[in-house]
């Protein structure tokens, strides 16, 4: 049997290439702004590195991933100095 049929038989799907690329890019530019955040000191970057981390395994939306690690991605880079 196709095993790819029976999972979405049972509802589950898997991500789109944008879903994973986005997800990947995101991860490591936040954890490269936790890592200098810990360096520096500095909280504002070492919690904007983790919630970069973290966010992707709440949002399911291909669109509002882009859009939310986009904006966030910003801030980071306001506060980099």
Known sequence: ???LAQLQAMGITLPSPAYLIGSLL????GF?????GRKLVRPSLTWGGVALMVYP???ENTVLLWLVGAGLSAWL???WK
């Open 57 to 59: 395994y709440a949002v």
């Open 77 to 79: 880079v306001s506060r």
């Open 1 to 3: 049997m196709d095993t």
């Open 26 to 29: 995101f991860g490591l530019l």
């Open 32 to 36: 490269a702004a936790w890592k200098r």
